[in-house]
């Protein structure tokens, strides 16, 4: 007995020296319901590095423009009507691109992975969060390329338009001794001032004539020839590219005739404003003259008129009947000038129209050279009248 006791009391001592061994492990703690699956919205995968897609153009090379020597000033109209054309035809394929772009976008952004074991709801939900946001960024952006780009394209088109219309607005002649029309119309002057202003026009409009007929002579040697059938060319083909050829040579010739005819009716309508102004000059001289007249005429005695009084009355009344021709070869040319103005409306078409056309311009030209003649008579019997006055 003694023995078992001491056996128990050295069994306690051995017990508090060594360490306790852990408890078993608990179980694991149930896993979380997961949520049932996302179905994801069809968008692409996050991609690992978005700056490619802000780097470089989303369309296809194949067309793509140099939009430097696109817009250069180096060559003609039809050269750059041709250019607005490839412009056009690269907005057409862009747009088709864009749309494909657009449709296939879903199948080439990366699904969203399943929520996996190991990962909260939450943390689910805010990944599927990022991976929507990032689907669209992507579309806005690439919504942006595709307006920029249009942007773009369409700015350069209205660039080339723009040269096209600073080429036909340009005047086909010289810049020597050219008309400043603004000033050349301006009423500040006198009736010999304009006079002077009628003569400049009138060398203007012999200048101008000289100058057209050397642009329509020497035309055929500026207009580029015709390249000769290629071996791989086709009859038709050849036929083809010779009346559009023809066809552009005769619209070149058609513009030039429309810029000589606008010119040489701006110059007429000067001339006739011109001419207005020296009549309406002439008219306040001759009232001048009759009112300084009236007073004299109290002072002469009640017998017969002098000789200065006979030359005064035929003077005032030659310069009466000159002017009144003036005026009436004024309409007269007013009237010949409607009937150019509606030959040069219509398109230069043939030989009797250009015949036509110039017909009425000599008519023109003859009107108005009896309208000087007479306007100059009167303005001259009236200076004779006033004379009378002073001597």
């Known amino acids: 007995m003694p023995f078992l006791i001491l056996f128990l009391l050295a069994f306690v001592a051995y017990a508090q020296a060594v360490p306790p061994l852990p408890p ?3 179980p694991p703690a149930p896993l979380p319901v997961a949520a049932p699956a996302v179905v994801p919205v069809a968008l692409p995968e996050p ?3 978005p ?6 153009s989303i369309f296809s090379t194949e067309n793509e423009i140099d939009f430097h020597k696109l817009l250069s000033k180096d060559t003609t109209a039809e050269g750059y009507a041709l250019r607005m054309r490839i412009v056009e035809a690269r907005s057409v394929q862009v747009d088709g691109e864009f749309k494909h772009i657009m449709e296939n976008f879903p199948n080439t952004y990366p699904a969203l992975e399943p929520q996996k074991p190991d990962e909260t709801p939450e943390s689910f939900a805010e990944r599927h969060a990022s991976w929507n946001d990032e689907g669209m960024r992507q579309v806005t952006e690439l919504h942006k390329k595709y307006d920029a ?3 773009k394209l369409a700015h350069s088109h209205e660039v080339l338009n723009g040269y096209i219309v600073a080429i036909e607005e340009r005047s086909i002649f010289s810049p020597e001794n050219e008309i400043d029309f603004h000033r050349l119309l301006s009423k500040d002057t006198t009736a010999e001032g304009y006079a002077l202003r009628m003569r400049i026009v009138e060398a203007r409009s012999v200048q101008v004539d000289g100058e057209f007929k050397h642009i329509m002579e020497n035309f055929p040697n500026t207009y580029p020839a015709l390249e000769p059938q290629k071996p791989d ?8 590219r010779h009346a559009s050829w023809n066809d552009e040579g005769i619209r070149q010739v058609t513009e030039l005739h429309k810029k000589y005819d606008a010119y040489k009716q701006k110059l007429a309508h000067s001339h006739e404003v011109l001419n207005g102004y020296i009549i309406s000059a002439q008219s306040t001289i001759v009232r001048e003259a009759v009112t300084f007249a009236e007073p004299q005429k109290a002072k002469e005695s009640y017998g017969g008129l002098n000789l200065r009084s006979w030359t005064r009355i035929i003077t005032f009344a030659a310069a009466a009947i000159c002017g009144g021709l003036a005026v009436h070869k004024h309409s007269e040319v007013q009237a010949r000038l409607d009937d150019a103005n509606t030959l040069a409306a219509h398109p230069y078409e043939n030989n009797s129209w250009r015949t036509a056309y110039l017909d009425s311009v000599d008519a023109v030209r003859k009107e108005e050279m009896h309208r000087n003649i007479y306007g100059a008579a009167s303005a001259f019997a009236a200076t004779a009248g006033i004379v009378t006055f002073f001597f």
């Open 24 to 26: 078993p492990p608990l």
């Open 149 to 151: 780009y249009k942007q």
């Open 51 to 56: 700056i490619a897609i802000e780097e470089k």
């Open 233 to 240: 060319e086709t009859p038709e083909s050849f036929a083809e």
């Open 47 to 49: 991609i690992v590095a």
